[in-house]
């Protein structure tokens, strides 16, 4: 422990074995199948909370523990991106599976807690696809431990930091919503041609637009290569992409290199080549989830759970056509429609069916300007948002990192050390 040098005086460094009681064997894992069947016909008040290596799981019928509880999270997800809480506290009657350390601080639950949160695990870690923090690693995780006194004023001023932090937190997540709710709000209006004719009546179709069924307005609707037509043994790696639902993010088309397949392949499957211009459209899941294709994805194959739409361009504007299937309008005809009951599923016959309202084309593209216009400001305003997150979750570990670094609170030399203090714990 060569950092005894850089800690504040009274101040001691000792391995984390030496600062809680490790209760690990007050954990029990149980699978979901069989806490449902054990919470099935029980009232709120006779479940108690089951918690794992990332918090709340679900409700058991029993427990394990009853108290205040450290819990460090073993494996899986929290050690994937470092900076992130890997530690947080329980209370009361709970239950906890094995994907987490139970912990019980000799002195302050709160302060251990939120050093466990600014350590790099790196060190502590093993594993390839799925880190793990075994009890024996995390034993000699070595620990800052200040006075008590100190260790009570560093929390009460973390968590009054954290306070005004979460709140500001709050207030962008809360931005973030309005701003989803302002992109539906453009594409109804457009859609109801309020940017673009002056006297627009509810429920009345305006002047000069037609309704028509999705299959009148396109050359053709396909849905993705059934499961016979492709096999395992034809994905490769950073061959030709497949594009399924989950590649379609956010009206962007994001690949997968893993989920692709070889030029001779390709030749096989020439009715499920996407080109520039047409939408693909997730057809399972999430209603509405598309994106228009572009021209470095032309070429690229549509996946067995997606569709493709191309649009006869002497009468639909493509960019139209993708914004009309990303409105609540289509969303709800398609949620309405679709077959299937424990997954939403789309076939041809209902996409074939959705009735659009089409003004003529250049009304179309005057429509799109419009609503690129404002989605734009969108964008802007949602990078903003999410820069001053990253910064807000950085800010976070500044003030974690300064806290334990014996720079937070101010210092007194008359607390009492804790090494005389382990003593009393042995």
Known sequence: MGETANIPKGWIIVPLEDVCQICDNLRKPVNSDERLKRIAGKKPNELYPYYGATGLVGYIDDYLTDGEYVLLGEDGAPFLSFGKDVAYMINGKTWVNNHAHILLSYFSNKY?????????YRSYVSGTTRLKLTQASMKKIPIRLAPLEEQNRIVAKIEELFSNLDKGIERLKAAQQQLKIYR??????????????????????????????LEEITLKIQIGPFGTQLHREDYIENGIPLINP????????????????????????????????????????????CALVQTQESGWLCGTGSLYIRPSLEILNSKFLYYFLSSETAKKYLEENAAGTTMANLNSQIINRLPIE??????????????????????????????????????????????????????????????????NTK
């Open 246 to 289: 989950m590649h379609i993010q956010n009206g962007q088309i994001i690949p997968d290199a893993k989920y692709t397949i070889t030029q001779k392949k390709k030749e096989t499957l020439a009715e499920y080549i996407l080109r520039e211009g047409d939408i693909i459209l997730g057809r399972r899941g999430e209603m509405g989830r």
């Open 112 to 120: 251990l807690m939120h050093y466990l949160n600014q350590v790099d």
């Open 184 to 213: 539906q709000s453009v594409l109804k209006w457009a859609f109801e041609g309020r940017f673009t004719s002056q006297s627009v009546k509810e429920g009345s179709l305006i002047d000069g637009w037609r309704v028509f069924k």
């Open 358 to 423: 089409l003004p003529p084309l250049n009304e179309q593209q005057k429509i799109v300007k419009e609503i690129e216009s404002r989605l734009s400001i969108c964008d802007k305003m949602e990078e903003i948002i999410a820069q001053n997150l990253q910064l807000a979750e950085a800010l976070r570990q500044s003030i974690l990192k300064k806290a334990f670094a014996g720079k937070l609170v101010t210092q007194d030399l008359n607390d009492e050390p804790d090494r005389a203090m382990l003593k």
